[in-house]
């Protein structure tokens, strides 16, 4: 079931929640919607199951308008955060529920139910647990039960609204890989909101990034972080440092020219004295001690955090805001080159960015 969503247009009030949104969603496809609290994500999720009803545009489920159909009539699977699962019902009885309610005319009998219901429990690996009720369960196995729910009506598409963001660190993790695999064995058409990028970058087949009700950058997980297509999306994505500077025929000044660097960026060669943005990620910053000469930021160096295989240092650059207060870069090595190093908190340090993007400000 392939899904086109066409000029979608919501208001809350005199709140905009989604402006002229317009997606293609492939059959088969595992698609995350990403972005902060508020952006839309959710709103856009409710539109295409069929809770909520866009002001204006359209949604179609394989080229047929559905916008005016029913949620009962779509055929759509959910899992929620919550896992909203009936207390008063076993395992068995929760997933055979929605089979169970279909019209007498559609309704399997007892035994295929049974035997449906089987198969889902040991798809979602929890077969031995079906006499149980959801307060004995875990928080990561009452979730495998409502997508086992989700998935007993045999649903054209599967919606997860932050479906494991009220679990812990360890079992979001496994879940996350679970539900991959479990996806390529079934290949339904799925949609997933969440605001964990990581969350979304390790499970989607296509990341859709959402701000304030807009589309910033759809592409796969891969295409999104190495070519972030504006700030947000470059802020967004992982631990990233913002440089403020001034673009001119392809070059770009940050800081003081003696305590600064110059980057190249023939992209904006048109640019004449132009405020810029370079962006550098944590691990593409070069780290060496300060000597007289040296080119790059000069910054001093605060903490050094080494947990693991990495060191995090935190540094402060004198001067590297337009109001000219202190601004705080964070650098990464690995644990090995810190140690070779023999770094020492408030030592003066000096960064190269190996890579950045940069953005002209119109």
């Known amino acids: ?82 896992y909203a699962l009936f207390r008063h019902m076993t395992v068995f009885d929760n997933v055979a529920f929605g089979l169970r309610m279909k019209p007498r005319g559609q309704r399997p009998g007892e035994a295929q139910i049974k035997q449906k219901v089987t198969e889902l429990l040991k798809l979602v690996q929890l077969d031995w647990i079906a006499d149980r009720y959801p307060s004995q369960l875990s928080g990561g196995q009452r979730q495998r039960i409502a997508l086992a729910r989700a998935l007993a009506v045999e649903p054209k598409v599967l919606l997860l609204d932050e479906p494991f963001g009220a679990l812990d660190a360890k079992v979001r993790k496994e879940l996350r890989r679970w539900l991959r695999r479990l996806h390529d064995e079934l290949h339904v058409t799925s949609i997933f909101v969440t605001h964990d990028q990581e969350e979304a970058l390790e499970v989607a087949d296509r990341v859709v990034l959402m701000n304030h009700g807009v589309i910033e950058q759809v592409g796969s997980p891969q295409d999104v972080w190495d070519h972030p297509a504006s700030p947000f999306v470059y802020g967004f994505l992982g631990d990233v440092n913002l440089f403020h500077g001034r673009a001119h025929e392809g ?23 132009a405020k810029a943005f370079a962006y550098v990620r944590p691990h593409d910053l070069e780290v060496n001690r300060y000597t007289p000469g040296a080119s790059g ?9 080494v947990v693991g295989p990495i060191a995090r240092l935190e540094l402060i650059h004198a001067g590297g805001t337009p109001s000219g207060s202190p601004e705080l870069i964070e650098a990464h090595l690995s644990a090995q080159q810190f140690r070779d190093l023999g770094l020492k908190d408030g030592e003066t340090l000096v960064l190269t960015p190996r890579k950045a993007r940069v953005f002209v400000e119109a």
């Open 297 to 305: 930021l000069v910054a001093t160096l605060e903490r050094a955090i």
């Open 251 to 273: 070059e770009v000044l940050i800081g003081e020219d003696h305590h600064g660097i110059r980057l190249h960026a023939p992209e904006h060669h048109e640019a004449q004295d």
């Open 1 to 82: 079931m392939s899904i086109q969503i066409r000029d979608v247009n919501k208001h809350f009030g005199s709140f905009h929640a989604l402006k002229n949104v317009n997606l293609d969603i492939d059959s088969g496809e595992l698609l995350a919607l990403l972005g902060p609290s508020g952006c839309g994500k959710t709103t856009l999720l409710r539109i295409i199951a069929g809770l909520e009803t866009p002001d204006t545009g359209s949604i179609l489920f394989s080229g047929e308008d559905t916008t005016d159909v029913h949620v009962r009539e779509r055929n759509v699977g959910f899992v929620f955060q919550h």
